[in-house]
């Protein structure tokens, strides 16, 4: 991690932004994201006992990546015609992924459901990484393409390889660089994971221009 480069990151943005992602005219795309509201809803639709209900369980999976604004309308489409296709057997293996990757094994679990989805064209990272970042979103990371591999380039993060197929490793390492930032930086900035990211995106564009 280069250290001088987040610092300047982090004033340049403060600097023209005070008060930071509460300047509605700056931010009104994060003032209308609730992520609150998102992580709430998560947590009530996948919490552990719905998990002896394989059917409740695949609902709320797709409830809950329906409700966010992260994922585009396309894949949302297409995850409820895949979903719908699924017989009893399917949903109760899905259900088993889902359980993993947010309580249990969690290598086991998201690469299970990466394999699970990659059979519908569906293993894209915003549908892999939404549903533990509602679950956990102050330490699991949404992953954003465009987002992740321009704070990769700018910050010459070596160990991130980016693939377009999401991956545990990648992930694990990607984690690890961004917390390792996140402790260097203001509150103000930190208070929500999806909300870090975008001051990054922000920040370097800002210093790009």
């Known amino acids: 991690m280069n250290l001088d480069k987040l610092k300047d990151l982090e004033s340049e943005f403060l600097h023209r932004y005070p008060s930071g992602f509460k300047d509605e005219s700056f931010f009104p795309q994060i003032q209308k994201f609730k992520p609150e509201k998102l992580e709430l ?17 695949v609902e709320g999976f797709f409830k809950t990546i329906q409700k966010s604004v992260m994922v ?8 409820k015609d895949a979903i719908a296709s699924l017989n009893s057997y399917e949903k109760d293996m899905l259900s088993i992924e889902i359980y993993e990757l947010l ?18 064209n569906l293993a894209k990272w915003t549908i892999i ?15 954003k393409p ?3 591999k321009m704070i990769i380039k700018y910050f ?3 160990d991130c390889i980016y693939k377009p197929r999401p ?37 370097i564009e800002l210093c790009e221009d």
Request: charged content about 25%; aromatic content about 18%.
């Open 146 to 148: 465009t987002t992740t």
């Open 167 to 203: 991956s545990f490793e990648f992930y694990e390492n990607y984690t690890k660089a961004l917390d390792e930032m996140k402790s260097n930086l203001d509150n103000s900035l930190t208070f929500d994971n999806v909300a870090f990211t975008s001051f990054f995106k922000v920040a």
């Open 103 to 120: 309580y249990g094994n969690k290598k086991e679990g998201f690469e299970g459901l990466v394999e699970f989805l990659a059979q519908y």
């Open 156 to 158: 010459e993060l070596n």
């Open 72 to 79: 585009s309308l396309f894949d949302k489409l297409k995850l």
């Open 41 to 57: 809803f998560a947590k009530e639709v996948l919490k552990k006992e719905n998990f002896s209900n394989p059917n409740l369980v």
């Open 129 to 143: 990484s939404v549903t533990p970042y509602c679950i956990n979103r102050h330490k699991d990371y949404f992953i």
